[in-house]
């Protein structure tokens, strides 16, 4: 339970707070905590995610703090009061250049619990049509259209190590496919 919090830093994503609390035992201590508005990741089905090896539009995406490139899915920040799956078709639009016919959610997950209330909601998107993509000034991004099995041999091998990209297509082949 939380008994005071004192905010440290305010950024343009994140917020640093130090809360004081309540454990479950009665003590108390301080605990960091990085607030998060939240955000959503969405899997491109180019092709029919009911086909035997659906395509996957994946990004190859230039990340400062990981020091270079990795395989990810669209994803980015909820705005104030946006819905996730506003930001999931939005997301889909700048990063990838598509737009969506359905879209399905599959999940939500805590990014890392230990520090940080950040949730991302995990979503498939199917019947791509093409648009401009709209990126912002630091992405730096190549989309490649992937097999699902090329992708799911990329996460078995540590080539693909994005935690939002491996849960989000994990789900999709393992809860939505059946593989």
């Known amino acids: 339970m939380q008994l005071a919090t004192r905010r440290i830093y305010t950024g343009r994503v994140v917020r640093l707070d130090v809360d004081t609390v309540r454990f479950p035992d009665g003590s108390t201590g301080e605990l960091e905590v990085i607030r998060h508005p939240g955000a959503a990741a969405v899997v ?64 939500a997950i805590l990014t890392t619990p230990g520090f940080t209330d950040e949730v991302i909601h995990l979503f498939m998107a199917s019947g791509l049509g093409t648009a401009s993509p709209a990126r912002e000034r630091d992405e730096f991004i190549e ?33 939505r496919l059946g593989l």
């Open 143 to 175: 989309v490649v259209p992937r097999p699902l099995s090329e992708v799911l041999v990329g996460i078995r091998d540590g080539e693909i190590r994005d935690a939002k990209t491996m849960v989000a297509i994990l789900y999709m082949a393992g809860f």
């Open 44 to 107: 491109p089905c180019l092709t029919d995610p009911a086909g035997p090896d659906p395509t996957i539009l994946m990004l190859k995406q230039y990340r400062y703090a990981a020091g270079g490139p990795l395989w990810e899915v669209p994803a980015g920040t909820l705005d104030s009061g946006e819905a996730p799956e506003t930001c999931a078709r939005r997301e889909l639009l700048e990063e990838a250049g598509v737009t969506a016919e359905r879209l399905e959610r599959l999940t």
